[in-house]
């Protein structure tokens, strides 16, 4: 088997698997409070409003969703391996840009792990993360969707282009 560590892109399998990801995680972002009711109510034992379940079987099978194409992900990026950054690029830029890639895989796994221990296992301390990690995501995120722009706009590089137009092709 070999083992290709530099790709000259993304496949079309990874293109896929992060925006589905990012979609999720937004939608997750964006309407994640509505879990709160039914979970306050369980929390109490008293019976949820059915819209209440509704809502919160959606905030919970989204974030399973993100767990599963996670892993996924995690291991056609271990098979298959990710394009370098753009050679030109500094050190301290290439080392942000991994940190900041591991912090965002570190939601794409911890969320959902965090949720279902406090959702199914009832470890309410983790609540408290889960929550606090929101503000977090939303500055991570923000700050790689904007480094993604500056790359394409201002740097004019192929780092956007690269995951949107999967090449497949290994680097030489
Ligand atoms: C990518 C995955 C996930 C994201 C981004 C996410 C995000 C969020 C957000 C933004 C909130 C509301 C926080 C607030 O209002 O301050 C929340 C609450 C909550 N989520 Fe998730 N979530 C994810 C996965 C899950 C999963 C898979 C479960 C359960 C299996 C879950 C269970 C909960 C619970 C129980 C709460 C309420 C916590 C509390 O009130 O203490 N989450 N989540
Ligand atoms: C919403 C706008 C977003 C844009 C414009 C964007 C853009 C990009 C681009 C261009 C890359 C490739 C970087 C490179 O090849 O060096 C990338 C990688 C990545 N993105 Fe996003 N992204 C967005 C949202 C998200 C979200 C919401 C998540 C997950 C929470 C996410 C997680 C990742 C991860 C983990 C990588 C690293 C891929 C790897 O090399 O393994 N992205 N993103």
Same mark, same amino acid.
């Given at each position: 088997?070999?083992?290709?560590?530099?790709?000259?892109?993304?496949?079309?399998?990874?293109?896929?698997?992060?925006? /589905?990801? =990012?979609?999720?995680?937004?939608?997750?972002? /964006?309407?994640?409070?509505?879990?709160? %009711? =039914?979970?306050?109510?369980?929390?109490?034992?008293?019976?949820?409003?059915?819209?209440?379940? #509704?809502?919160?079987?959606?905030?919970?099978?989204?974030?399973? =969703?993100?767990?599963?194409?996670?892993?996924?992900?995690? /291991?056609?990026?271990?098979?298959?391996?990710?394009?370098?950054?753009?050679?030109?690029?500094?050190?301290?830029?290439?080392?942000?840009? /991994?940190?900041?890639?591991?912090?965002?895989?570190? #939601?794409?796994?911890?969320?959902?792990?965090?949720?279902?221990?406090?959702?199914? #296992?009832?470890?309410? =301390?983790?609540?408290?993360?889960?929550?606090?990690?929101?503000?977090?995501?939303?500055?991570?995120?923000?700050?790689?969707?904007?480094?993604?722009?500056?790359?394409?706009?201002?740097?004019?590089?192929?780092?956007?282009?690269?995951?949107?137009? %999967?090449?497949?092709?290994?680097?030489?």
């Amino acid at each position: 088997m070999t083992v290709a560590i530099e790709p000259a892109g993304y496949t079309g399998t990874q293109v896929v698997l992060h925006w /589905a990801i =990012a979609a999720l995680v937004v939608l997750q972002l /964006a309407v994640g409070e509505d879990i709160k %009711p =039914a979970y306050r109510a369980f929390s109490r034992a008293t019976e949820p409003a059915s819209d209440d379940i #509704f809502n919160a079987n959606i905030h919970v099978y989204v974030g399973l =969703a993100v767990l599963v194409l996670g892993i996924w992900r995690i /291991a056609v990026r271990l098979s298959r391996g990710v394009p370098a950054p753009p050679p030109y690029e500094n050190f301290l830029l290439k080392r942000i840009g /991994a940190a900041a890639h591991f912090l965002l895989y570190l #939601f794409i796994f911890g969320m959902p792990i965090t949720g279902a221990l406090v959702w199914y #296992f009832g470890v309410r =301390a983790l609540g408290e993360i889960h929550e606090l990690a929101k503000p977090l995501i939303i500055i991570v995120v923000g700050l790689h969707a904007a480094a993604a722009l500056w790359q394409h706009f201002y740097v004019k590089s192929d780092v956007l282009v690269r995951m949107v137009r %999967p090449t497949g092709r290994r680097a030489r």
